[in-house]
Each structure stands twice: as structure tokens, then as C-alpha cells.
């Protein structure tokens, strides 16, 4: 007992003065190659290794803050033609100011690489997978097993709550929306539910029904989830565009919500009444042709009307795809392109109860 009090008092001594040291001179926080004392920012890369096909470096950003506090991670551009996600999440990078934020950011700006550079909607090039299908991801797969695999060790291990960013690719047309997935963890899903009002998006989709194992997570946002971190996606942006107010959804949602979580000085801006959606329908085309849109983003519809339709190269018409049910058309097909098995639309359909 006599030998273990000296140093007990030594420890009780730091545990005091860790606050104050941590808020002054604090260790760096590293993600990838980025490194950022406390009160900087940096940016970096994290190095996807080559394996069964190449390698690839996802830029990494790191913000951390003058003050401690919790991690959020920023992630965007799994999808590397939504570009609308991504340049809001660029913006962040330049803009949020480490002096001013209690906790550290990491942003990861554009996931999928490839697809950015070859112009490659929904998939990495480099092995056909959709970049948010294969989480938590595997060190001996394919590239995007592996950069899922990096992200989930490097990202999300390393933050209490995550935003997962996406928006219309370049042959959907999309209005913006939020997904909440509640968990059944009261705590957890009563800061989730905080976060997807206070980003502010006025359609929510309740996402019910998600995978539960935490080695088959399929998605990041419930990779993060499953974790027991709080986590959100947020959607807008469409078919190639990048537009200011698109943009704005998402840049001034993102401070919305770090003030919500308390990491940058300021009030919420929490969404009073959002339309809250329980359920998703996909529209899928039974035949190949030419699609015309007799419906906008937007649009809202009932049960059974005819959302457009799908001729042949030479003008007959083949398809009608009506409403399977009444719903708001989250995104229709952009491009006269469709291939039979294509989705043409995606309708959220409006939930009878308001979660409480
Ligand atoms: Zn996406």
C-alpha cells in the first residue's frame, strides 16, 4: 500500500492537468499521411496498398480542433460522379477553421478516385463494385474490399459519429434527402435522430430493415452504426451538376449539425417538420429504349399513375412504368438511356406516424 501511493497521487496529478495540456499541446491526430496538432489542419492521403489490381490514394483531411472534443468523420465520393457531395465536402475542408472547433474532423473529399477520373457512375472501374456496398470491407480483396477495409480501420474506428455524403450520379435526377437508421439503442438513436434534423434536409427516410452483422455491414453509415457511433447519409446534387444551392444543403447542414454535436459555437438550425419517409420503392424497367420522364424530381404521386415511358429506337412505344405506390419521387432516370433491369426511379413513400 505504502509503495503504491506515490504513485497514485502522480497519476490523480495528470488525470487534473490532461485537460489543460491537451487543449494547449495536445498529440497530433493522424489519419493516413495526414497529421494535425491540436488547433491545425492537414491533409494527407491514405494509401490503399496494390493486391489481387492496383492501388489507389484517397485524400484524407484532418481539422483538429483548438479545443477537445469528440471525432466526426466526413466522408464523400464513394460514388466519384456525384459531384455535388463532393465539392461541399472540399468547401469544408478549406473553410472550417481549427481555432474555432472543439474535437477534431477528418474529411475524406473523394472516395472513389477512378470513377472521378474516368467519369463512372455508381461503380469503381476498377473492379465494377459500388464503393458503399462491401463495408466493413477485407485487406486481401479487391480494391474497394480493401480501401473499405482502410476506411473502416482509419475512419471510422477512429470517430464517435460520421456523416456519409452522396446525391443524384450522373443519370439520376434527385431531390435532396437525409436517411436516418435507427439501431433500437435509445441513446445512440435519439444524437442520430439530433443530427439528421439539425443538418436541416426536409425528407428523411427512416431506414429500417438494414444488415445487423457487424463483419457484413454493407454500407458505411451502418458500418459506423453497428459500431455504436451515431451516423447519417445525406443526399443532393443530380446528374452531373453542381449547383449552388445543392451545395449550400449540404455545406451549411454539416455546421448545423457540429453545432448540434457541440463543436463549433452557434445553434442548430434544426428542420421543424420534415416529410418522414418508411419506405423506398425502386421503379425497375422491363424493357430497353429511349425513356421519357413524365415526372420531375420532386414530384409527388399517387398509387398506379404513369411515370413515363420507354420507346424503341424507332419511336413505338414498349414500356409504361406506372407508381407501385403513392410517394414522393426521390430520383428518376436523367438520360434517355435504359436498359431493361435499370432503375428508372426511386419513390419514398410517406410514413404514416412521425418517429417519436
Ligand atoms: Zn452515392
Redesign the pocket.
Known amino acids: 500500500m505504502l509503495r503504491s501511493f506515490p504513485f497514485s497521487l502522480v497519476s490523480l496529478v495528470t488525470l487534473a492537468l490532461w485537460p489543460n495540456f491537451a487543449s494547449a499541446q495536445g498529440p497530433p491526430f493522424a489519419v493516413g499521411t495526414a497529421s494535425a496538432a491540436p488547433g491545425q489542419k492537414a491533409t494527407g492521403y491514405l494509401e490503399v496498398p496494390a493486391g489481387v489490381d492496383g492501388g489507389t490514394s484517397i485524400p484524407v483531411a484532418v481539422v483538429n480542433g483548438a479545443k477537445p472534443g469528440p471525432v466526426l468523420a466526413l466522408v464523400t465520393g464513394?460514388?466519384g460522379t456525384?459531384y455535388a457531395?463532393i465539392i461541399a465536402v472540399e468547401k469544408l475542408i478549406v473553410e472550417l477553421d481549427p481555432t474555432k472547433i472543439s474535437g477534431t474532423i477528418i474529411l475524406i473529399p473523394l472516395v472513389n478516385i477512378a470513377s472521378f477520373e474516368q467519369e463512372t457512375p455508381h461503380v469503381n472501374p476498377v473492379d465494377n463494385k459500388s464503393m458503399?456496398r462491401f463495408y466493413p470491407g477485407k485487406s486481401d480483396g479487391t480494391q474497394t474490399d480493401r480501401a473499405s477495409f482502410l476506411i473502416t480501420k482509419q475512419v471510422v474506428d477512429r470517430s464517435d459519429y460520421l456523416i456519409d455524403y452522396?446525391?443524384g450520379?450522373l443519370d439520376e435526377s434527385l431531390r435532396p434527402y437525409a436517411y436516418w437508421g435507427p439501431t433500437g439503442k435509445e441513446s445512440q438513436d435519439r444524437i442520430s435522430k439530433e443530427m439528421v434534423l439539425a443538418f436541416g434536409l426536409d425528407h428523411i427516410i427512416i431506414w429500417g430493415d438494414r444488415p445487423t452483422d457487424i463483419a457484413a455491414s454493407r454500407y458505411l453509415d451502418n458500418t459506423a452504426s453497428l459500431r455504436g457511433k451515431p451516423a447519417i447519409v445525406v443526399?443532393a446534387g443530380h446528374a452531373g451538376t453542381v449547383e449552388t444551392d445543392d451545395v449550400a444543403l449540404l455545406v451549411n447542414g454539416t455546421l448545423s449539425t457540429m453545432r448540434a454535436l457541440k463543436m463549433l459555437p452557434g445553434e442548430p438550425h434544426y428542420i421543424e417538420n420534415p416529410v418522414w419517409l418508411d419506405k423506398v420503392v425502386d421503379v425497375i424497367s422491363d424493357g430497353s429504349g429511349i425513356w421519357y420522364s413524365l415526372v420531375k424530381r420532386g414530384t409527388y404521386v399517387q398509387e398506379g399513375m404513369k411515370l413515363g415511358y420507354v420507346t424503341d429506337f424507332f419511336g413505338k412505344v414498349i414500356v409504361e412504368p406506372h407508381a407501385p405506390a403513392a410517394g414522393v419521387v426521390l430520383h428518376v432516370n436523367a438520360v434517355p438511356s435504359l436498359k431493361k433491369g435499370d432503375n428508372i426511379a426511386n419513390l419514398g413513400v410517406v410514413a404514416s406516424k412521425v418517429p417519436r
Do not use: K
Open positions: 464513394a460514388h456525384e457531395s458503399n452522396h446525391g450520379d443526399e
